[in-house]
T-cell receptor
């Protein structure tokens, strides 16, 4: 099946620093990647949608200057949390699709990245 | 936006059956998904419904009624490893998923 990886799996950083999270589709070309955030005991919330070669589309309330998304190739998208603060501590999950997410089970999820900001 | 409701917690004994209900209100509908998520891990796909009716996959079945905005996930012959959070997600428009808060199922011996 389609495999999506994320790196790192967990990261601890100091307040004010920037953190980059990578999402890779290992055995298929992902035309669309999605970034979600999940706080403890809460649901996954879509942050942004990125299509290869174009600017990401951010959901309402998500600061595009704080959460920088790059989707430079069909197998890699990155999320950079700039000037991280403790309230950014969360579980960040990416998913990848080889079309626009139509059909059944078209989003394949990565294992997630646990970010803790001290 | 989407409004997706599911119970917060359910408990059942090993070998039993549990039904997790999900109701939704969306401005558009293009499929309903159920995912299983263990603590600290990403969701894994369980089922997909786009037409009314029952979809059966082994011990798991999922039902959809679009007119009622209702779905359920049925877990049969419960095993300890089924203890997890179960997420109902609706695809609205052409590609975005909106997730419910999840139902934590605890299976007891």
């Amino acid at each position: 099946g389609a495999v999506v990886s994320q790196h790192p799996s967990w990261v601890i950083c100091k307040s004010g620093t920037s953190v980059k999270i990578e999402c890779r589709s290992l055995d298929f070309q992902a035309t669309t990647m999605f970034w979600y955030r999940q706080f403890p005991k809460q649901s996954l919330m879509l942050m942004a949608t990125s299509n290869e070669g174009s600017k990401a589309t951010y959901e309402q309330g998500v600061e595009k200057d704080k959460f920088l998304i790059n989707h430079a190739s069909l197998t890699l998208s990155t999320l950079t949390v700039t000037s991280a603060h403790p309230e950014d501590s969360s579980f960040y999950i990416c998913s990848a699709s080889h079309n626009r997410g139509l059909g059944s089970n078209e989003q394949f999820f990565g294992p997630g990245t646990r970010l803790t900001v001290l | 936006g989407q409004n997706i409701d599911q119970p917060t917690e359910m408990t059942a004994t090993e070998g039993a059956i549990v039904q997790i209900n999900c109701t939704y209100q969306t401005s558009g509908f293009n499929g309903l998904f159920w995912y299983q998520q263990h603590a600290g891990e990403a969701p894994t796909f369980l089922s997909y419904n786009v037409l009314d009716g029952l979809e059966e996959k082994g011990r798991f079945s999922s039902f959809l009624s679009r007119s009622k905005g209702y779905s359920y996930l049925l877990l049969k012959e419960l095993q300890m490893k089924d203890s997890a959070s179960y997420l109902c997600a609706v695809r609205d428009g052409d590609y975005k998923l909106s997730f419910g808060a999840g139902t934590t199922v605890t299976v007891r011996a």
